[in-house]
């Protein structure tokens, strides 16, 4: 019988792309698709779905994501909505405490923020964000979609392969830092049985269907402003934290208007900053320049690489917080600030420098229904697990967003209270014109940019299904002129890329390379077709 449970498998596996008429959900566990899709059947639209997928996803893959995260959402709304179709985003991303500055910082002995513990550790948005969306645009009952993840929790589930691997990687971290009080608590959450679960091996987690419980009973109240804020605020105050109660009491998440540019006649539309998606924009307005073809061509992965690369370093020095930014987002997408970039782009791999334009460990989720209403929804615990402080009793997993800020008093994304950090998630979403064409997105660090550009250019350039702009192989740029690569590009492409200066690694580890959900609606017969990641364990279910 164990053989049948054996996860490795030695040969190829096809995806075939999904196809449904009614309502689609794609999400990186089957338990969570399937949860989406029973709101669908209930008579829920696409929000619905949305948060019913998420607050699955914190129980079954902990290792991305939990309640203690942050959320970002791009929200289509068909026809019939507010006068007509409209993509509507949402801000669900957490603030620096009061309390936490970098003198605090400094004066505890670190030089730059730290990745575990307390310091990085900022207010959680996604329980706001699901009760956001859900009074904004849902029809169902709240408690109704928190229902299946209350189950699952109590329940357990199995867990899955590639959440397995990382959970294990995950003990090896904290257990090297038990001495601290404040993570040897996500030992006792999260290795109950001693260990990190092997895989299939069943988890359960009482103490979070208890917490999803008092969530859906207050609609989320409860996190910000009560029991549960108490505890939180409790147990900082007891082990060396930052955050309180007021810090939770004050947040609130934010609609925005998203921000786009055209490509090759489809608008790609992403989240505004503090958001990193304008990463992916940039460099897409660069290779909108270039001449496409062949997709194994090797000037187009050289330009590829290059694009990404000058692109990311603009976005490492110029995004933060909006208000907050000293360079607007209309000039660094610019058809000026684009060609002053890609002039810079030639024959070999150069070390990228800021440019100046003039001034003026996350799991992702696309749902759509049968009326057109789509959703494209990402949440992070940022890296893997968070900061590896869980509050006692809630299974409350606490991220580490705070990590991303600096503590260079010189720096645009310089650490201050109640700021906002440059944020990693990032949903995508695509139109042609006034037509929504649907939701697209890679989680992962900061491979989400560069997923998000792959698939853009496979799906637009290349003309692939959305399956397919899933599977193909994907590079990331590591830094300097290291790359690395998937196995699948044909070899003389990887010796031409050496060639031209870039230090190429093949990858071993496809964990690192994104995970990604698509849906595409077809603007004529209302045909969904769907995508989900072969890099993981991913699920697409259909109503």
Request: proline share 7%.
């Amino acid at each position: 019988m164990s053989l049948a449970f054996d996860h490795n498998n030695p040969f190829p596996s096809r995806r075939s792309a999904t196809y449904a008429s009614r309502g689609m959900v794609a999400a990186s566990q089957p338990q969570a698709s399937q949860a989406g899709r029973d709101m669908l059947a209930q008579g829920g639209n696409a929000i619905d779905a949305a948060i019913a997928t998420a607050a699955v996803l914190t129980v079954v893959e902990p290792s991305g994501n939990g309640i203690g995260g942050d959320a970002f959402a791009l929200v289509w709304l068909a026809e019939g909505h507010d006068g007509g179709g409209k993509l509507h985003g949402l801000n669900a991303s957490g603030h620096a405490p009061a309390r936490l500055t970098p003198e605090a910082v400094k004066a505890a002995g670190h030089d730059e923020m730290p990745l575990h513990g307390w310091t990085p550790v900022t207010v959680p948005g996604i329980p706001a964000a699901w009760a956001e969306l859900s009074r904004q645009y849902g029809k169902l009952d709240f408690a109704t979609l928190l229902a299946p993840a209350i189950r699952i929790a109590r329940e357990g589930f199995p867990v899955s392969p590639v959440i397995s691997l990382l959970w294990q990687r995950a003990e090896v971290e904290f257990r090297a830092k038990a001495d601290d009080p404040a993570i040897a608590t996500w030992l006792e959450a999260f290795t109950p049985n001693g260990h990190a679960p092997q895989p299939v091996e069943l988890h359960r987690n009482e103490a979070q269907a208890r917490t999803l419980e008092a969530l859906a009973e207050s609609r989320c109240e409860s996190f910000y402003r009560g029991e549960l804020a108490q505890k939180i605020d409790a147990f900082s105050r007891a082990t060396g934290g930052y955050l309180r109660a007021e810090d939770l009491a004050n947040y609130r998440p934010e609609w925005v208007d998203p921000i786009s540019v055209n490509y090759r006649g489809y608008d790609v539309w992403e989240i505004p900053p503090n958001g990193q998606g304008m990463v992916a924009l940039m460099a897409l307005r660069m290779m909108e320049g270039f001449d496409v073809t062949v997709r194994d061509d090797p000037q187009l992965l050289h330009r590829q690489l290059e694009a990404m690369k000058l692109a990311y370093t603009d976005g490492h020095h110029h995004i933060t917080q909006a208000e907050h930014m000293r360079t607007s987002v209309a000039s660094l997408l610019s058809d000026e600030y684009a060609d002053v970039r890609r002039r810079l782009i030639g024959e070999r791999a150069i070390d990228p420098e800021p440019g100046q334009p003039q001034a003026g460990g996350t799991v992702y989720l696309a749902t759509a229904d049968s009326d057109g209403n789509m959703v494209s929804y990402i949440q992070s615990n940022y890296h893997g697990f968070g900061s590896g402080v869980v509050v006692p009793d809630t299974g409350i997993s606490l991220q580490n967003r705070g990590h991303g800020f600096s503590l260079d008093a010189g720096h645009v994304n310089v650490l201050a209270p109640g700021k906002r950090t440059f944020h990693t998630i990032i949903p995508g979403f695509l139109t042609r014109g006034d037509t929504a064409l649907g939701p697209f997105g890679v989680m992962g660090g900061f491979m989400q940019p560069q997923g998000h550009m792959q698939v853009v250019m496979n799906l637009v350039d290349f003309g692939l299904n959305p399956q397919a702009a899933l599977d193909a192989p994907r590079w990331q740029w590591m830094g300097g002129r290291q790359i690395g690569i998937e196995p699948g590009y044909p070899m003389h492409v990887i010796r031409e890329m050496a060639v031209r200066g870039h230090q190429m690694t093949m990858a071993v580890d496809s964990t690192a390379y994104g995970r990604g959900q698509i849906i595409l609606r077809d603007p004529e017969s209302g045909i969904y077709c769907g995508g989900t990641e072969p890099r993981t364990d991913s699920s697409i279910a259909v109503l």
